[in-house]
């Protein structure tokens, strides 16, 4: 029978391996560090009256997580009080934003630290280096640091892991009561600093289950007990929050809310959970082909399958077979030949593929943090298992390189606005939501040329909504240059007439007052109808 408890040597220098880790979490997010306000920054950081200070530091308490006090009319399901604390006290210091960014590649560094001390408890020492240097350098995770608001799903993850660390003794003994108050309130800031570990008790639970049985615990009705308080507790805490958040802050989507962000909504029968299966195939994509990165997975550049070989099936089948891998995992844990670090996995997964809850997005970069966690550790314990020690440094060496050039390169991606939206658009062109973005971004830097492009394919995309996107506009985007298919852009998108088509564009752009790039449209169209 494997042994799946592996403690660590006392005479071994963890402290090399701590900086080592440390090291490669804060070289690769270095980029980050010039980075300037992006996305959602300007409305939870530049848009929080707390943080900027035109209220007082406790307001962070009672307002939401972009600023409104709760039980306003304004919608929002998010609040992440301690998240805001710690943006409200560096905005004092500066307003600049590399001290948010400096802060947070420091807390990326130390979750990357702390992921290695846990890992320990089921693999060797060089198996829980692996893990985290792999978990460190993996670009699923740059938004979690280059975006500032990204760094409450590496706060919640970091404070979960703390709960988990006192909940659930590394000597499979009973947690103290002690403890387990110390694990409760600590999931309990976790909540406060993003929802994305509300699940944590139920990975405790299993953990908890695992621990049980190793000791011997199951046999024993009293010290059962005693294992199964610190689920207990964990649950009955997050059951009192999310009732709680319901009730002064709704968490269910909006009246109306348009599924352009999350197609998955208008899926139904059983393609809901052959979509979920893609969801989960798409956030295992990210992490070993980190190719399609992107700050914009939603309509048209990802469209839930409508079959079992349409477009995007790919993704579902990819998924199936990783949820069935994990439940296997969980089997063998079961049976003492696994830590069922992947069956933890498995429970991380049910939220962000939205198997229990409607999320506004369809998936998103920064929610594969916490799946990671624990896919990450149980990935690199069937590595170990598989190959010789000798080809698996190899393979490991082999695979952070590229792991972190990409991180690199998508992390001086999100130095700014225009240049986040350039290169996710570069893989994922087909997402209207960043051609909106980049063309307002664009309109504020006077390229008044390109701004009207990717508004133009932007609205052709909406148009198809909620079809796949397809359209001349795209593959004239790839062979022309901007001079050339501009002035063609009523023929791209099939307008019958090209002067009405010019016309409703400037009135659009007209109407969000892009007054030079209207002007711009008048001029293209005078020349479309030729001299009187």
């Avoid at 670090?341 to 998936?363: E, R, T």
């Avoid at 996107?469 to 009523?490: G, H, K, M, N, V």
């Amino acid at each position: 029978m494997l042994a799946v408890h592996v403690p660590a040597q006392p005479s071994e220098p963890r402290w090399r391996a701590q900086l080592a880790v440390a090291l490669l979490a804060v070289v690769v997010s270095s980029p980050a560090l010039f980075a300037e306000y992006t996305l959602d920054d300007f409305r939870a950081v530049l848009g929080h009256p707390a943080v900027t200070g035109e209220v007082p530091l406790s307001e962070v308490f009672v307002r939401e997580y972009w600023g409104a006090r709760l039980g306003s009319p304004q919608w929002s399901s998010s609040y992440r009080p301690l998240t805001t604390l710690g943006f409200a006290i560096e905005h004092r210091i500066t307003a600049a934003p590399w001290l948010h960014h400096a802060v947070g590649i420091g807390v990326y560094a130390v979750l990357c630290v702390q992921l290695l001390g846990f890992v320990r408890r089921w693999l060797t020492p060089g198996a829980a280096l692996a893990t985290a240097l792999v978990f460190a350098a993996l670009p699923v995770h740059v938004e979690n640091v280059a975006s500032i608001v990204g760094r409450a799903d590496v706060l919640a993850a970091s404070l979960a892991l703390a709960a988990l660390a006192w909940v659930v003794p590394a000597n499979d003994d009973a947690p103290l009561v002690r403890d387990t108050v110390l694990g409760a309130l600590a999931y309990l800031a976790a909540l406060c600093c993003k929802e994305s570990v509300v699940l944590l008790p139920l990975t405790v639970g299993w953990l908890a289950l695992l621990a049980a049985r190793r000791s011997g615990a199951l046999r024993d009705a009293r010290a059962l007990a005693r294992h199964v308080l610190g689920p207990v507790v964990l649950g009955l805490v997050g059951v009192l929050y999310m009732l709680w958040r319901q009730r002064t802050l709704a968490i269910d989507l909006p009246e109306g809310f348009i599924a352009a962000d999350n197609l998955l909504l208008l899926r139904e029968g059983w393609l809901r959970p052959w979509g979920n299966l893609a969801v989960v195939g798409s956030y295992v994509e990210l992490m070993v082909v980190p190719l399609r990165l992107c700050a914009d997975h939603t309509y048209g550049e990802s469209i839930p399958p409508r079959g079992l070989f349409d477009a995007g099936a790919l993704s579902s089948w990819i998924g199936l077979v990783v949820m069935v891998l994990l439940v296997r995992d969980g089997v063998q844990a079961l049976r003492g030949r696994s830590p069922g670090l992947g069956f933890a996995g498995l429970l991380a997964l049910l939220l962000v593929g939205q198997w229990l809850v409607d999320l506004s997005v369809l998936f998103a970069d920064r929610l594969a943090l916490w799946p990671s966690v624990w896919l990450v550790p149980a990935a690199i314990h069937a590595t170990e298992r598989a190959l010789p020690p000798a080809r698996a440094r190899m393979l490991l060496i082999a695979a952070l390189v590229p792991l972190g050039i990409r991180f690199v390169q998508r992390s001086i991606d999100w130095h700014d606005s225009v240049s986040l939206q350039r290169s996710s658009l570069a893989v994922c062109p087909r997402a209207v939501h960043s051609r909106f973005i980049l063309a307002h971004a664009l309109r504020e830097r006077s390229e008044v040329d390109e701004a009207i492009w990717h508004f133009a394919v932007a609205g052709a995309g909406r148009n198809a909504f909620p079809e796949p996107f397809e359209s001349p506009l795209l593959d004239a985007e790839q062979t022309l240059p901007l001079a050339e298919r501009l002035p063609r852009i009523p023929e791209l998108v099939g307008a019958t007439e090209s002067l009405a088509y010019w016309a409703m564009l400037h009135d659009y752009l007209t109407s969000i007052g892009a007054s030079a790039e209207a002007a711009r449209v008048r001029e293209l169209a005078l020349v479309d109808r030729g001299p009187p």
